[in-house]
Each structure stands twice: as C-alpha cells, then as structure tokens.
C-alpha cells in the first residue's frame, strides 16, 4: 500500500532539486537592477541624444525599480563616452546612449581608439530615430526631388550642400546619395548644425542633407522646402513629403538613430531585460509625444539587427572615409 506515496515522494524529491537549481539563474534575472544604472552619453546635456538618454532613463527607472542616472562625458566626438562603457564591467550597470556617429568612429578615429565599434559591445535596442531630409533654399528652387537631380547634374561639382562640418553625419548621408546617384556637389562644411541652417535659409548655399530635428521649424514655416526624407516610410511630421524611394532614388537610406548598448558580454538574461525595458519604451505613447516634438520617431530595432544594421554602417562609412580621403587629428 505504501508503493504510490514512494513513488509520489521520489517525484517531489525530482521536481524539488530541479527548482533549487533553476533558482540562481531566475533570481539573478528578477534581481537586475539592485542598483543604480549608469547611462553614459557622449554629448553635453541638452542636445538630441542626451534628451533621449534622460527621457529613457525616466522610463527605465520607473519600470526597472532603481535609478537610471544619465551621466554626460562628451569629448572626441563620443570617443571618450564609448571608451568608458566598453571598458565597464559586464554586469549592466554601465550603458552607453549612442547615436549614428558611433558606427562612423571606425571610419575617422581607428588609429586612436582603443575599442570595437561592433564587438566591444551587446547592442540592446535602437529607440528614436531622426530621418536625414534633403532641404533646399532660397539659392535653389526646385519643388521636387527629380527637379534637384535634373539642376545638379546640369551643373557638375557646381552645386552647394552644408553639412555640420567633414566627417559629419550629413557629410556622410551627402556623400552616399552622390554616390548612389552618379552626381558630384560642392561641400560646404560649417562648425555645427545652427550656422548651416542659417546659411541655408539666406541663401548662401543651395541645399542640405540634415536630420529633420534640425531644419522641421525653418520647413513647417516656408522658409526651407522639403524634397525627400530617407527612411523606410514617410515621417508623421512630414506626411507630405515622399521617401527617397517614393521619389525614384533606390535604395537610398541615411535615418540617425539614437540606441543603447551595454559592454560586451553582458549577460543574456540583462540584455533581455534591458531590450524589454528599451521596446516598452518606444512604444509608449508620451514617448511618441516626446519624440515628434524634437523631430524624431520612436523606433526600436533591438538584437542581432540592431547589431547587422551597426556592422553595415561601419562598413559603409568606412570605405566611403577611405574613398574621401577623411583625416582626423
């Protein structure tokens, strides 16, 4: 009579030892964070990548049970941000806000640097992206995309674009399309977003390829036109302006995107939590708010992808550095 209770004992026996040994792995997960997380971010306070970082870190916080606290380290055009978090623990408490021009430091800084772009890194998620929008002036008045191309290719190597200066990533965005289009253009390098704007505007220089964050107010008042945005599909805050492709240029894609990563080697089930955390984020609609007032959308490409998309950038940027000639002190 006692045989089934022996049976039924040795199988709680069986199930009792499996969760004991399962026990450290899903505390570990249900732990993180115990602590303050830090997110590192290569900008001055105020700019675009940091008001993603802050607006993240709220929501991180909030969600996650612990502060997130932003700590801004700019310098070396990010290259001192990225440092410290490639060289962080792999415990994730140490994250890094990155933008576009992190895929771009392989290109202008390898010889400095003493980190991967790519493999120093696990890349969580993409969260914001600001699609690059071609702009032109008073100095070109061509309604269209087709319109810009048929002036350009008119004049060869005659006509202007400003960019925030070499090795930017406007410069970059400019140099695809003219590679993409068979064109030649005049760069114009300016020392920061504003002056180019500006200059845009008086009539100095004939277009821009810049994020639409930078030019939507001069755009939404008349005094710049907008002939294409290159994004997979048209911005909600420019519903009325068609993507390069839309517009007859293949293939053509130059978003900046804002994403977070943590050091490589950073466990799995903190990787998980943290792109968990990162596409609630982007999807939250005071999120999506937050973001169009800046001339952004929210996005998340998380992962592998989100890893695929930072290798090809590299690549990409990279072979277009060497093909330009790009020297960087």
């Given at each position: 009579m006692s045989h089934p209770s022996h049976q039924l004992l040795f199988a709680m026996s069986i199930l009792a030892a499996a969760a004991l040994l399962a026990?450290?792995?899903?505390?570990?997960?249900?732990?993180?964070?115990?602590?303050?997380?830090?997110?590192?971010?290569?900008?001055?306070?105020?700019?675009?990548t940091d008001v993603v970082a802050r607006a993240f870190a709220d929501f991180a916080s909030r969600s996650l049970g612990q502060p997130f606290v932003v700590d801004n380290k700019p310098g070396a055009n990010t290259i001192l941000a990225a440092e410290a978090v490639?060289?962080?623990?792999?415990?994730?408490?140490?994250?890094?806000?990155?933008?576009?021009?992190?895929?771009?430091?392989?290109?202008?800084?390898?010889?400095?640097?003493?980190?991967?772009?790519?493999?120093?890194?696990?890349?969580i998620c993409t969260v914001a992206v600001s699609p690059t929008v071609l702009v032109v002036g008073p100095a070109m008045q061509t309604p269209t995309l087709a319109a810009f191309l048929q002036q350009v290719k008119a004049k060869p190597g005659q006509r202007t674009y400003a960019t925030p200066g070499t090795g930017s990533s406007g410069h970059f965005a400019s140099e695809q399309f003219t590679r993409l289009t068979g064109t030649t253009m005049n760069h114009i390098p300016y020392k920061g977003a504003a002056q180019a704007v500006t200059d845009l505007v008086g009539g100095q220089v004939d277009s821009s390829f810049a994020t639409l964050g930078s030019v939507l107010p001069q755009v939404q008042s008349g005094k710049l036109t907008a002939l294409a945005v290159a994004s997979p599909q048209r911005s909600a805050l420019l519903p009325k302006v068609p993507t390069f492709e839309e517009a007859g240029v293949k293939g053509y894609s130059a978003d900046a995107w804002y994403g977070l990563l943590a050091p490589a080697g950073t466990p799995p089930a903190i990787v998980a939590a943290l792109e968990k955390a990162a596409q609630a984020f982007a999807q939250a609609p005071a999120t999506v708010d937050k973001l169009r007032g800046l001339g952004m959308d929210a996005r998340s490409v998380c992962g592998t992808s989100f890893g695929t998309q930072l290798q090809r950038e590299v690549q990409s940027y990279s072979r277009i550095a060497r093909e330009l000639d790009l020297k960087t002190e």
């Open positions: 026990a450290p792995a899903s505390a570990q997960t249900a732990a993180y964070p115990t602590k303050p997380v830090r997110i590192v971010v290569g900008f001055s306070a105020g700019g675009p490639a060289s962080a623990p792999a415990d994730g408490y140490t994250l890094l806000v990155g933008a576009t021009n992190h895929a771009m430091i392989p290109a202008l800084y390898s010889a400095r640097v003493k980190f991967d772009a790519v493999r120093s890194f696990a890349p």
